[in-house]
Structure formats: structure tokens, C-alpha cells
């Protein structure tokens, strides 16, 4: 349990950190987080702790940080709380901080969602790639994540534009969960552009940061960011990357945190997948064309995954007009009944006498603007 003292020393360090910081995880590890906190404030400190915390030690924001992030509707999760992904943080426990400083689990996790923070990284895939995918991108990006999405696994990205924020939507039109993870604080939207698809991703997932409210975007933030993408999941799966990514980089803390990188192929003439073909040759990922594909390599962490499983499908007791009719229903939108005839192939007669059976079975939904997929969970 935190109480509000510790929950105040530890949301001052994470200010005075600004990330990862080695040497200061390595002080809250041998005296605690209460200790650390005052030890940093009076500057009672070896001379490597002095040098990496004397330009922020004297900014104590933490009250206003956490007032903030309350009035958000969101909180500061730590080691301290049930919600810490402990299991999750074990994976830098074989890290050597002391020759890479950011080679260390967050002091702490600025939330912005009511899920618990445990409970939906569970199970969890990162789906990363570049911001300007091409249409073959994007499509596997929706396919994939909304897959796996309607299977019970969360979606981890960081919600920048091109195939992060297809990953992000693509599990929520699934009525899926995912997580968006910042390079700044939570109370800012980053992108701008994507600031309706953050809120909405709070709304069934999360939106955290190790940065503390006020903390704007840097280069070097995103690149720490990208190894809490990897340490929240159970595997990592790059679509579409260039030779020179964050991407990538995401693919390579997935390796050193013991996670499976995976990467999408494509084209050998398009550069958007360069990245993706150069890791498969040189074993830096493993080839996936769908998520049966991802969940051979991340299933085992938490949940055995054996080929006949694999190959059943939610859809599998469809048959005749009643699966014609469901596939020909989009992952995103809906159709009205006449759109489904024409694009089942079916009489609208047909049509119309499929869509109850299948609203009945749970499979559809109807509104005002049509019919729609239900979000389908596989049985466990």
C-alpha cells in the first residue's frame, strides 16, 4: 500500500529523473523510495548521484503533479501499488545499469485510464512501425491488431501517427484494449492531432508515462519510451519499418528485455520495408503474416499456445448465408442490408434473414448506421 508520503517521494524522484536514470533507481533499491527522496533533496549523495540529479533536485513538483494528474481523472502507479506490472519489471532485473543508465525499470507510471495496469498487460502485444506506412501497411496493421484485439490481448504502442495510431484504432473498433505510451507527460496530448484518439483509448485502456505531468517531447524520450513498449508486452511485432527507426529500436529493447521481436516482410521494393526484410535476414526478427503467427512466439510466455487452438476461429460454428454474411461485414464500420447483399453476393432476402440469427448468436450488432461486428473473445 502507498500512502501519501511515499506516494510523494516517489512522484518527486520521477520528476528529478526525467526518465531513466541508473544510478538513482540504484539509491531507491538500497534504502527506499522515502530515504531516496530526502537523501536527493539535501543533496546527501555520492558524487555520481550529485551530477545526475543537481538540475532539477530543487524543483519539487510533486504535489502539483499529483494534484494534476487527479484532476485528469488518472494516477500515479509505483512499485508500491497492486497494479504495478511487477512480473513485467523483472525483465531488467538481468540488466546492467551501471554501463546503460536507462537500462532500468521506471521509477513510476503516470495513468491516465481506470484500468488496472496489471491486469491489462497481462497479455499484451506491441505493434510498432513507421509513421508513414503504405496502404499494404496499414492493412496488415488492422488485420493483425484487430486479431488479436478480438482474441482478449491488448495492443501496446505509442500512439504516434501512421502504424501506431492504425494499431490503436484498429483495437477499438474491435471494442478492444490497448495502450498508448508517451514520450511526455500524460496532460499532453502528442501528437495534437491525436488527442480525440488518446482520450478514447483511456476510455478502455490506458495512456502512461514515466515523465511527469508538464514533460514535453524530446528525441531521446521517445527512444526510452520505446523500452516500456517492449517490457509491457509479450512480444513485439514491427510492420512496416525503415532502415533507420524508432521502430527498430523498439525491436531491439523487445530482444534485450527477453521478449520475441517480430517483424512483418514485404515488399523488396518498398523502403517502408526495408527495416522489416533487413531484421527477418539477419535474425533479428522473426518472420509473422498474422497474429496465428504472433501467437506462436508470444503465446507461450503466458498462455500455451498448441496448433490446433491456433486454427479454431470464433466463427467456426458459421455456416451457409449466416458466414457469408459475417465476413462480408468490414473489422471497421458498418453496412446497411443492401451494402451486404451486394458485397456476400447474397439476395437481400437471404441477408435479411441472416442478420437476426447472427444478432441472436452475438456475433452483430445493428444502429443507425448499420450493421457492425461484435468484438469476439476466443475461449479460454
Known sequence: MNDDSSRSAWAYLSSVAQGPCGPLSDLVAAVGADDAARAVREWDLPPALQKVTQSRRHLDTAADDLELIESLGGRFVTPDDAEWPSWRMLAF????????????????????????????????????????????????????????????????SGAAFGVDAAAHRAALAVEGASIAVLACGV???????????????AEDGLVVSEYAPNTTPQRHRFLERNRLIAVLSDAVAVIEAGRRSGARNTAKWARRLGRPALAVPGSVNSTTSVGCNQMIREGEAILVANASDVLVEAGPLRLPVDEVTLDQRVTDGLVGDQLLVYEALPVVGGLAPQQLAEASGLPIGNVRAALPMLELAGFVVSDESGWHRVRQRRAS
Open 93 to 156: 532485473d538481468g540488466c546492467d545499469s551501471g554501463r546503460e543508465s536507462e537500462l532500468v525499470a521506471p521509477l513510476g507510471l503516470w495513468v491516465l485510464g481506470t484500468a488496472s495496469l496489471a491486469e491489462l498487460t497481462d497479455r499484451a502485444i506491441g505493434v510498432v512501425g513507421t509513421r508513414a506506412p503504405s496502404n499494404y501497411g496499414t492493412s496488415v496493421t488492422a488485420d493483425i491488431a484487430s486479431d488479436l484485439a478480438a482474441q482478449g490481448w491488448t495492443i501496446v
Open 187 to 201: 496532460d499532453r496530448a502528442y501528437p495534437a492531432a491525436h488527442q480525440a484518439l488518446l482520450r478514447r483509448i
